[in-house]
């Protein structure tokens, strides 16, 4: 592997989000885990990531209150990649025009180490 990123895993699930974690953490990947839209947006005021991973439906709201905090926040913008349940968000959906990608659970955990490995500098 390149360069270990710096992630920023927003997923309400515990046990989904326990499983990414372990998955990227092993990997070599440093991973800060929340579990709202509220937390995403404070770490990303407060601290550099390489990489977001964004549940779209989050305990307090819409995960895409996350991707508006960061296209109005002034500096690096890493790229989202949205995890979504609701069926498949195809190209043309505005919310797929906002991230780098969009992930459709369920995935496998190969799936999304596969598509981490894309954004690794």
């Known amino acids: 592997m ?3 990123m710096r992630i920023l895993l927003a997923e309400d699930e515990r046990t989904i989000s326990r ?14 885990g929340v579990q709202s ?3 995403a947006v404070d770490h990303l005021e407060q601290s ?3 990489l977001v991973l ?9 995960g895409m209150r996350v991707v508006t905090a960061l296209e ?3 500096g690096p913008k890493p790229p989202v990649v949205l995890m979504t349940g609701e069926g498949s968000i195809g190209a043309d ?17 190969d799936e999304l180490e596969a598509l981490v490995r894309l954004f690794v500098a």
Request: glycine share 4%; proline share 6%.
């Open 48 to 50: 550099a990531f390489d």
């Open 54 to 62: 964004l549940d779209l439906n989050l305990a307090d709201g819409d």
């Open 2 to 4: 390149k360069d270990p």
């Open 72 to 74: 109005n926040h002034v």
């Open 19 to 32: 499983l990414i974690k372990q998955v990227l953490t092993n990997a070599g990947h440093e991973v800060v």
């Open 93 to 109: 959906d505005p919310r797929a025009q906002r991230v780098a990608r969009v992930l459709a659970k369920p995935f496998e955990l």
């Open 37 to 39: 839209a509220s937390e």
